[in-house]
Nanobody
Framework: EVQLQASGGGLVQAGGSLRLSCAASGFTFDDYAVGWFRQAPGKEREGISCISKSDDSTYYADSVKGRFTISSDNAKNTVYLQMNSLKPEDTAVYYC????????????????WGQGTLVTVSS
């Protein structure tokens, strides 16, 4: 059974950093893409980053490019999202998701989702 557990959210001042973790079980990173999404109040869900080992690729939305970094630790079966230079507009519930394939192949249609973790950036 595929399970995902997101953690690491919290309250941070603008310009600060947070690292989100997505602990995974039931699959191997070699075969799956893992993505990070976020949803702010009153807004649509936004895909912000993805990593896939099958084609050694990473993806970032323009809104986070240069500030966020996605990485994975196969030994811990965990994907991380390092978030630097945070802005108030980064405030949202952040979710991790996984599906078999590459980031390009999966797109935004992930089969497995973890629960969200709230990130609040104060100005």
């Amino acid at each position: 059974e595929v399970q995902l557990q997101a953690s690491g959210g919290g309250l941070v001042q603008a310009g600060g950093s947070l690292r989100l973790s997505c602990a995974a079980s039931g699959f191997t990173f070699d075969d799956y893409a893992v993505g990070w999404f976020r949803q702010a109040p009153g807004k649509e869900r936004e895909g912000i980053s993805c990593i896939s080992k099958s084609d050694d690729s990473t993806y970032y939305a323009d809104s986070v490019k240069g500030r966020f970094t996605i990485s994975s630790d196969n030994a811990k079966n965990t994907v991380y999202l390092q978030m630097n230079s945070l802005k108030p507009e980064d405030t949202a519930v952040y979710y991790c998701a996984a599906d078999r394939g590459s980031c390009l192949g999966v797109g935004d249609y992930y089969k497995y989702w973890g629960q969200g973790t709230l990130v609040t950036v104060s100005s």
